[in-house]
C-alpha cells in the first residue's frame, strides 16, 4: 500500500470539468490528485509558413507553470521558454497531431493551451489527457462552421506516468513517488491501442525489458481507464 492508500496499480482520483473557461472553443479543467491543469483550444486562420498554399492546417500547444503551482515560487518565462517547457509543449502537440486529420482543417491552426495550477507529479500526462477532451469539445463548436472537421478526430489519446519506486511498479507517481523513483516513464497512446511516445529514463538503476513490459502494461491498464473517464464526460 502507498502513503496515500492507493494500490501499486490505482490511478489518482480523476476529474475533469468540462466548459471550464467562458471564451476557448473548447476547455476543461482536469484533476489528477492535487494536480491540476486548465487545458483550451482556440481557432486561428493561419498556418505556420512551411504550410502556407498546403490546404492543410496545424495544430501545436504551449504549457506554463503558474507561479503558485507549485511550492517555491514558478518563475515565469517571459521572453525565452526553457528546455522541459519546451520538450512538454512539443508531447502534447505530437500526442494531439495523432489524433486528427490536418487536411479536414484547411489552412487554419488549432492552439492548445495547458496552464498548470498545482502540480503534485504528472502535469505532463495531466496536459495531454485533458487537453484532447478541449480539443474534441473545440470540434463540436466549430464544425457547425466547417462541417468537414467532424470527422477529423480519429480516435481518444490520454497519458499517464509509471515508474518504479522502492523496487516496486507503481501508476499515476505523485511528486513524493516522482522524486524517488529508480525509473520514471511517461506513456502515451491512442484508443486504438497505439503508442504515440514512451518517454521512460532510469533516474538510479538500470531496468531490465520484463520491468518495461511490466510498466507498460500498467500504464496501458492506467489509460483504459482514462479514456472511459474522457468519454463519460465528453458523452454528459
Not at 112 to 134: E, K
Not at 177 to 192: F, G, L, Q, R, Y
Request: charge should be neutral; proline fraction near 4%.
Amino acid at each position: 500500500m502507498r502513503s496515500n492508500e492507493r494500490r501499486p496499480d490505482q490511478l489518482r482520483p480523476v476529474k475533469i470539468v468540462p466548459y471550464f473557461l467562458a471564451h476557448p472553443a473548447g476547455s476543461c479543467l482536469i484533476e489528477v490528485g492535487k494536480t491540476r491543469v486548465v487545458c483550451s483550444a482556440f481557432l486561428e486562420e493561419t498556418v505556420p509558413p512551411f504550410l502556407k498554399g498546403s490546404g492543410r492546417g496545424w495544430l501545436t500547444a504551449e504549457y506554463n507553470m503558474l507561479p503558485g503551482s507549485s511550492s517555491q515560487r514558478v518563475v515565469r518565462e517571459r521572453t525565452k521558454v526553457g528546455g522541459r517547457t519546451h520538450e512538454i509543449q512539443r508531447l502534447i502537440g505530437r500526442s494531439l497531431r495523432s489524433a486528427f486529420e490536418m487536411s479536414l482543417l484547411g489552412e487554419r491552426s488549432i492552439l492548445i493551451d495547458c496552464d498548470v495550477l498545482d502540480a503534485d507529479g504528472g502535469t505532463r500526462t495531466a496536459a495531454i489527457t485533458g487537453s484532447y477532451v478541449a480539443l474534441v469539445l473545440a470540434v463540436r463548436k466549430m464544425q457547425s462552421k466547417f462541417p468537414a472537421l467532424a470527422a477529423a478526430l480519429k480516435g481518444a489519446v490520454a497519458a499517464v506516468s509509471v515508474g518504479i519506486v522502492g523496487g516496486a511498479p507503481f501508476l499515476d507517481l505523485d511528486y513524493e513517488e516522482d522524486k524517488d523513483a529508480h525509473v520514471d516513464m511517461n506513456v502515451v497512446k491512442t484508443s486504438e491501442n497505439k503508442y504515440i511516445e514512451v518517454q521512460g529514463t532510469a533516474e538510479s538503476a538500470a531496468f531490465d525489458e520484463s520491468e518495461l513490459n511490466q510498466l507498460l502494461a500498467l500504464g496501458s491498464r492506467g489509460i483504459e481507464e482514462l479514456f472511459a473517464i474522457q468519454r463519460k464526460v465528453l458523452e454528459a
